[in-house]
């Protein structure tokens, strides 16, 4: 009980100096919240046994305590982070960064009026579906397109209106789960369709789906295995047969193909993930994928196929519920014209950052290296090759040959400045190797250059100074 004498009381903390600077820019009822809680942090700190020395230590541990909530909370909670992990789609990150045109269509749009749901030339109510349909289907060849919240949602959608009260055929070596606690045989429970496992694990032949086939069947659904691969003694039916036995008994074929590549991104060594264009003239019926990933958008769900499907999926009720916001749709339409009438590679920031050479990122490692350098001498740093990863569940055995500059602290604690570096502003988030932290190049802009040395700077401050 001792140890809580040091505390002052709220009334005496409230004139020192880190909090009575807040007084007149805040409400005093937000910051004796704050202030509460940040005695209350203190208390157990002491329960959980450490120690203060005098009532000048528990002022101080208290005006920093206080100090950080503050900066949190007028930051608001979201923030932005620097992502030096070189894994390009990181989905605890905010998967897909936006490109630049997106943004400026979302500024040019959100702040005001817009024709949304208005056809402009009749002067009457429209559809929020339209504004992107047309140009998913010129660069797909698609006949028609719906754009939804997310992938996931796609997928329930495509599955409720075609499969509902009905079965659904799926090889046991695509039941898979994403991130995120999407799974397909629960996405198949909610959609109210029932699930026909058909194969094994490694091997599932087009025979075996001809012999589930009954008068109950609704639809063939092809999972595209993104996110891990089966190696060895496998076979999978592919895409072309399923159609074929679809086409033959009048049976609809989906796929869920999880990214939406619209890009042959061969000259880059990504080769073996199938493009959109190549899945739809397979003659599939109904394709999705997210509108983020590597299509490099906003997150969104694209479905695209046959006109008499799409339209069952709008007329579906819902569809209402699943709808994207006027913001998704601008980023959206921005993202997918940079396909049609720019130059994706270089405006698609997750595009660009896949094709990024050997040369470029590893003159951005040296340029890493030197403004380290000048915010700290004398730290031990190196320029190091590292395997990059797409990420997003993508390509998940593909190791993207990248630059990283690796800083090693020989006795302080790494741990600490990995603390440290994700709790300052901006946040970074760097990749923890054995007794070094990495921070690759890819995914770090040149623009975040200085900040991210900065941040190290302030961090590596922080941990010496509290030694
Ligand atoms: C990522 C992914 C999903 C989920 O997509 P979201 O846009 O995150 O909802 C579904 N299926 C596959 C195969 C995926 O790779």
Not at 62 to 89: C, D, H, K, W, Y
């Amino acid at each position: 009980m001792k140890r809580y004498k040091l505390i002052p009381p709220v009334d005496e903390l409230l004139k020192l100096d880190g909090i009575a600077a807040c007084q007149d820019q805040l409400p005093p009822a937000f910051i004796l919240e704050r202030l509460r809680e940040s005695v209350q942090e203190l208390r157990e700190a002491l329960k959980k046994g450490m120690a203060l020395a005098s009532r000048e230590e528990a002022s101080s541990w208290i005006v920093e305590a206080f100090e950080r909530r503050i900066r949190q909370m007028r930051g608001g909670s979201l923030q932005p982070v620097i992502n030096a992990t070189g894994v390009v789609l990181h989905t605890n990150l905010g998967r897909s960064p936006m490109p630049d045109a997106a943004l400026q269509a979302i500024n040019r749009l959100a702040a005001g009026y817009c024709n949304l749901e208005y056809d402009l030339e009749a002067g009457r109510r429209g559809s929020r579906y339209q504004h992107v349909e047309a140009l998913l289907c010129r660069l797909t060849g698609a006949e028609a397109a719906l754009v939804v919240n997310n992938n996931a949602a796609a997928v329930l959608l495509a599955l409720t209106t075609l499969a509902r009260g009905r079965e659904v055929i799926v090889s046991r070596g695509q039941l898979i789960e994403i991130g995120g606690a999407f799974r397909i045989p629960d996405v198949m429970a909610a959609s109210g369709a029932s699930l026909v496992e058909v194969g094994t694990t490694n091997r599932t032949y087009i025979s075996d789906f001809t012999r589930a086939l009954n008068e109950n069947t609704a639809l063939l659904f092809s999972a595209h295995t993104s996110n891990y691969r089966v190696v060895g003694f496998t076979a999978e039916t592919s895409l072309k047969e399923l159609v074929e036995l679809g086409q033959k008994n009048r049976i609809p074929v989906m796929q869920d193909l999880g990214s939406g590549i619209l890009l042959d991104m061969s000259a880059w060594g990504l080769n073996d993930e199938p493009t959109v264009q190549e899945a739809l003239a397979s003659g599939v019926d109904v394709l999705s994928f997210s509108g983020d990933k590597l299509l490099g958008g906003p997150q969104a769900g694209i479905l695209l196929g046959r006109r008499e499907n799409i339209e069952a999926f709008k007329n579906n009720q819902l569809t209402r519920a699943l709808r994207v916001d006027k913001l998704t749709i601008a980023a959206l339409e921005a993202s997918l014209l940079q396909y049609e009438q720019g130059d994706p590679v270089s405006s698609i920031p997750v595009l660009g950052m896949l094709a990024a050479s050997q040369d470029i990122l590893r003159e951005r490692a040296q340029n890493l290296k030197a403004a380290l350098d000048e915010q700290r001498p004398g730290l031990e740093l190196k320029l190091l090759q590292v395997g990059d990863m797409v990420g997003g569940g993508a390509y998940p055995d593909k190791e993207l040959q990248g630059w990283a500059v690796a800083l090693a602290l020989p006795d302080t604690g790494l741990e600490e400045l990995n603390r440290r570096l994700r709790s300052g502003s901006p946040a970074v988030v760097a990749r923890r190797q054995d007794e070094r932290l990495l921070f690759s190049a890819r995914t770090i802009g040149d623009d975040e250059i200085e900040a991210l040395a900065e941040a190290v700077a302030a961090a590596l401050k922080a941990v010496q100074t509290r030694e």
